[in-house]
Nanobody, 122 residues
Framework: VQLQASGGGLVQPGGSLTLSCTAS????????TGWYRQAPGKQRELVAT???????NYADSAKGRFTISSDGAKNTVYLQMTKMEPEDTAVYYC?????????????????WGQGTQVTVSS
């Protein structure tokens, strides 16, 4: 199983950006997805999570500005970011809790994407 994140870049304050993260491989099911971020000199922090049942959870800093969603058919999770602020500058990582098939067995696992840089600056 591999995760490929994309969509990062440079955006001006007040602007918008959408991140994508696609899982590939022998995936049986996905139970939860999430986005985390790590700014320079800081610990990695939760941004938003989404369960397979559609329950979302957002960090206070993301509420009202960011939206997490997914496309099950594409095994892709998105993070739509609006009204962005310089404080949103960080490397963003996707995380997926899933079950994959291996040798006839179903194996639960958690995977991280490679990280994508988001910079908010004028």
């Amino acid at each position: 199983v591999q995760l490929q994140a994309s969509g990062g870049g440079l955006v001006q304050p007040g602007g918008s950006l959408t991140l994508s993260c696609t899982a590939s491989g022998s995936i049986f099911s996905v139970s939860a997805t999430g986005w985390y971020r790590q700014a320079p000199g800081k610990q990695r922090e939760l941004v938003a999570t989404l369960t397979s049942g559609g329950v979302t959870n957002y960090a206070d800093s993301a509420k009202g500005r960011f939206t997490i969603s997914s496309d099950g058919a594409k095994n892709t999770v998105y993070l739509q970011m609006t009204k962005m602020e310089p404080e949103d500058t960080a490397v963003y990582y996707c995380n997926v809790d899933l079950t994959f098939e291996s040798g006839g067995y179903l194996v639960p696992a958690s995977y991280w994407g490679q990280g994508t840089q988001v910079t908010v600056s004028s």
